[in-house]
């Protein structure tokens, strides 16, 4: 639900002037207004890096990040889960929790209301069967949190590994990352380089997002309101 109070939804109501927390710390871009983001999301069963993109049409850029988090869920301390699938179902509630929080409160709390989540998908390909496992856990995980989310008016934009690789121009991840830092040198990135990785990721999704007619809609919506 959301936090604010009825009174303070009236559209002349203006939150105060917040800075973006960056895992419990503050970047440099103010929320001065009610701004609508799009949330990318690079999902993963180990780690998943989201990223909180402002959409602003006016720039060239056409988005803007403002906050970053990066999930992590260990293995359960407790002994009594003998069982991978209770460890499985333990850490896949975990990271739904987390998601959820990022999109409808953390977001909220900071004057933004998410339009749209770009997910970028897992390739569903390794040699390795725990990888592959992992994968369709993450896919079903991400599956079932976009139907969720829906309910609450945000809509979902699927983007394939290939499709970023070709819209960077590049078959490398480092390349992709450094290029995504540099569209954005003003952000305050993370300086851990795991969670660099999947943050960078989730943010080159919602690059090739800005091509496709989800960010035409979402455009004509602001102008609109």
Same mark, same amino acid.
């Given at each position: 639900?959301?936090?604010?109070?009825?009174?303070?939804?009236?559209?002349?109501?203006?939150?105060?002037?917040?800075?973006?927390?960056?895992?419990?710390?503050?970047?440099?871009?103010?929320?001065?207004?009610?701004?609508?983001?799009?949330?990318?999301?690079?999902?993963?069963?180990?780690?998943?890096?989201?990223?909180?993109?402002? /959409?602003?049409? !006016? #720039?060239?850029?056409?988005?803007?990040?403002?906050? =970053?988090?990066?999930?992590?869920?260990? %293995?359960? &301390?407790?002994?009594?889960?003998?069982?991978?699938?209770?460890?499985?179902?333990?850490?896949?509630?975990?990271?739904?929790?987390?998601?959820?929080?990022?999109?409808?409160?953390?977001?909220?709390?900071?004057?933004?209301?998410?339009?749209?989540?770009?997910?970028?998908?897992?390739?569903?390909?390794?040699?390795?069967?725990?990888?592959?496992?992992?994968?369709?856990?993450?896919?079903?995980?991400?599956?079932? /949190?976009?139907? !969720? #989310?829906?309910?609450?008016?945000?809509?979902?934009? =699927?983007?394939?590994?290939?499709?970023? %690789?070709? &819209?960077?121009?590049?078959?490398?991840?480092?390349?992709?990352?450094?290029?995504?830092?540099?569209?954005?040198?003003?952000?305050?990135?993370?300086?851990?380089?795991?969670?660099?990785?999947?943050?960078?990721?989730?943010?080159?999704?919602?690059?090739?997002?800005?091509?496709?007619?989800?960010?035409?809609?979402?455009?004509?919506?602001?102008?609109?309101?």
């Amino acid at each position: 639900m959301n936090k604010w109070k009825d009174a303070d939804l009236r559209p002349e109501y203006n939150p105060p002037k917040l800075k973006g927390r960056v895992n419990g710390k503050y970047c440099k871009h103010p929320a001065t207004d009610w701004k609508k983001i799009v949330v990318g999301c690079d999902v993963a069963y180990g780690a998943t890096g989201l990223v909180a993109m402002e /959409i602003r049409p !006016e #720039l060239q850029r056409k988005a803007m990040p403002v906050l =970053w988090r990066c999930i992590r869920k260990l %293995k359960p &301390a407790n002994k009594q889960h003998v069982y991978q699938a209770e460890v499985d179902i333990l850490k896949i509630q975990g990271i739904r929790e987390e998601i959820m929080d990022f999109c409808l409160h953390e977001c909220s709390d900071l004057g933004y209301t998410v339009a749209a989540l770009v997910v970028e998908t897992p390739h569903g390909g390794a040699q390795g069967a725990r990888a592959n496992r992992c994968m369709g856990l993450a896919t079903g995980m991400i599956a079932c /949190i976009a139907q !969720e #989310l829906e309910a609450y008016s945000v809509l979902t934009e =699927w983007v394939q590994p290939n499709e970023i %690789k070709r &819209a960077f121009k590049t078959n490398s991840k480092t390349a992709i990352q450094e290029a995504v830092m540099h569209k954005w040198q003003e952000f305050e990135w993370p300086t851990v380089k795991a969670d660099l990785e999947h943050v960078a990721d989730a943010a080159a999704a919602v690059v090739v997002a800005t091509g496709r007619p989800i960010w035409t809609m979402l455009t004509l919506l602001m102008e609109k309101t």
